[in-house]
């Protein structure tokens, strides 16, 4: 069991969401993010749900030159000459962490058992990464032809991990963020194994913030980072995300748990600086493989997962720094 909150400090964030689905999502939402992190991490959360805003406002906050860079280095994930570049950029993620890779490759496997062809990972880590580029440009044209992710929509560049570290650095008058826009984008720095098997999907991100931020010293973010998720994996309706989900839709229930389960996963990223346990599956800081949260909820248990039992699993096991 999780330790006792009851001498535990409260943490208190402020939320910000830019979705247009009824509020009879997103304060569920809050509020069943708050009983998970007590079930899981033993600690009690008190969330401030501040007005909404609209996804151009944050994208506002960047200002027109950084926009104008942002929109120009923007990588497109559909081009298959890309493979080796991608592939040279994931073998660098994996040999930051060789004791992890046979972890790893259970993990890719347990994806690539869903997808068609069925992809081998019982090689070496090049050849482990070649194959993760592979998949990943193949699913990122899925999307594109999908229409899930489309690089002319006004709010494209939401769609960027480049995008919220810049948003980070320049200060969201907020901790955490709900999105509706799918976070879907193809990273050429350290990018990570479980977004390659989604076609660079991100359920959520965590990012640094800065104290030189535009925000008044009243309202800067208190954490040292801020996280959000996106509510597209949960509620899209899609053809390329239903084959990588484990129901074509999830019903508004399944969608607030799931939701609530990621923004636990990435508080645990926020807050206690955890990683990703990729052997742990009942742990809730093990990435969803591919998109299918209902296996993934039904395999947590918080007996199994003690803070601390390993070293991803421990306290500042990963560094924010902006």
């Known amino acids: ?3 006792a909150a009851t001498d535990l400090a ?19 939402i809050v509020h069943r993010t708050q009983v998970k992190y007590l079930q899981l991490f033993g600690q009690r959360l008190e969330i401030d749900i501040m007005s909404g805003v609209g996804e151009s406002a944050l994208l506002d906050l960047l200002g027109k030159g950084k926009t104008r860079q942002l929109m120009r280095d923007r990588v497109d994930g559909t081009a298959n000459e890309l493979t080796p570049k991608l592939a040279k950029a994931i073998g660098n993620t994996l040999r930051q ?37 592979r998949i990943h440009i193949v699913q990122h044209q899925a999307l594109a032809r999908d229409g899930v992710i489309n690089p002319a929509s006004p709010n494209a560049l939401l769609a960027e991990f480049n995008t919220w570290q810049a ?15 799918l976070i879907a984008s193809t990273e050429l720095n350290e990018p990570d194994v479980h977004s390659a098997l989604r076609g660079g999907i991100s359920n959520g991100i965590t ?7 535009n925000l008044p010293n009243s309202r800067k973010n208190g954490t040292g980072a801020l996280s959000v998720i996106s509510l597209a994996p949960f509620l899209a309706r899609s053809q390329a995300l239903s084959k990588l989900r484990d129901a074509p839709q999830y019903t508004d229930d399944e969608a607030i748990e799931f939701a609530a389960l990621m923004r636990t996963h990435e508080l645990g990223h926020q ?7 990729w052997g742990n599956a009942a742990f809730v800081m093990r990435p969803p493989v591919s998109l299918r949260f209902r296996e993934w909820a039904k395999q947590l248990d918080p007996t199994k997962c003690k803070l601390g039992s390993e070293a991803a699993m421990t306290p500042g096991a990963i560094t924010l720094a902006p």
């Open 1 to 3: 069991m999780p330790p």
């Open 10 to 28: 409260v943490t208190r964030l402020r939320f910000i969401s830019t979705s247009s689905n009824p509020s009879q999502l997103i304060t569920p």
């Open 97 to 133: 962490t060789p004791d992890q890779l046979p972890s790893v490759k259970a993990y890719a496997s347990a994806a690539a058992a869903h997808l068609k062809p069925r992809s081998d990972f019982s090689g070496n880590a090049r050849t482990i990464a070649s194959e993760l580029a």
């Open 167 to 181: 948003l980070g650095l320049r200060g969201v008058d907020a901790d955490i963020v709900v999105i509706d826009t």
């Open 207 to 213: 990012v640094p913030t800065s104290s030189r931020s």
């Open 271 to 277: 807050l206690l600086k955890l990683g990703h346990p």
